[in-house]
């Protein structure tokens, strides 16, 4: 029987992590979907700015920005006692950094895709905004909304580079899925690894069913 350890820590990782990205996606995508203009674009381009830059670089500035030594890594360690480097707070704030984007572009989109038409009707039947949001803006982008917590687990669960550097890999304590995988075969189990392997590319293929079953409901709901 394989020690599933790496299992559970890498589905609590992605678990917590999930929930955080839910909550801030929804928040900053409620601030922004309807504002325009430089300001929004550069805001933008940093939240999209982790899926083309290099994990390493990601582990690195995150290491720099938690170490000890700033303020925030103090904070962290002294107000909350939640120290970040070599932790498991430590995976859960890389996966939280390089998950964010999918779930704020999936959200966005389904923001900025229902008719403004039918806001300013609400609008003009004295609908405050909060209840807009609520009644509206949330039923109406849940299909994105739940595709992009779908797509924020799925990377939450397979991150592995800016894990690596920020939290270490250190067993039973921050040993994920992806570092249990490249250790393994680092000292030439590969048997053990295929396993591991088989775990995450089923769970990718049925992510992946998933999101293409809703989408296509979608299109034969708009025929």
């Not at 939280?96 to 389904?110: A, C, D, E, K």
Request: charged share 15%; hydrophobic share 50%; proline share 5%.
């Amino acid at each position: 029987m394989p020690d599933l350890t790496p299992l559970w820590i890498s589905i609590k990782v992605g678990f917590i992590s999930t929930i955080i990205v839910s909550i801030l996606g929804i928040f900053i995508c409620r601030t922004l979907y309807k504002r325009k203009g430089h300001a929004t674009q550069f805001l933008e381009s940093l939240i999209l700015l982790p899926i083309v830059l290099p994990p390493t670089v990601l582990g690195f500035i995150l290491i720099i920005v938690f170490s000890p030594r700033t303020f925030v890594g103090q904070f962290f360690q002294n107000v909350l006692h939640l120290p970040v480097v070599f932790t498991m707070t430590g995976a859960v704030i890389a996966s939280v950094i390089v998950s964010f984007p999918l779930m704020y572009q999936h959200t966005i989109q389904g923001f900025r895709s229902i008719n403004p038409k039918m806001l300013n009707t609400a609008r003009t039947m004295g609908a405050s905004e909060r209840k807009i949001f609520y009644r509206l803006i949330l039923p109406l982008s849940k299909r994105s909304i739940i595709a992009g917590i779908m797509m924020s687990f799925a990377r939450a669960i397979g991150e592995f580079g800016a894990t690596l550097m920020v939290a270490g890999y250190i067993p039973n304590k921050t040993n994920t899925l992806p570092l249990e995988i490249y250790f393994l075969v680092e000292q030439g189990k590969e048997n053990q690894a295929w396993l591991w392997v088989l775990v995450l590319v089923a769970f990718s293929i049925t992510v992946i069913s998933m999101l293409n079953f809703a989408n296509r409901d979608k299109v034969q709901e708009v025929d």
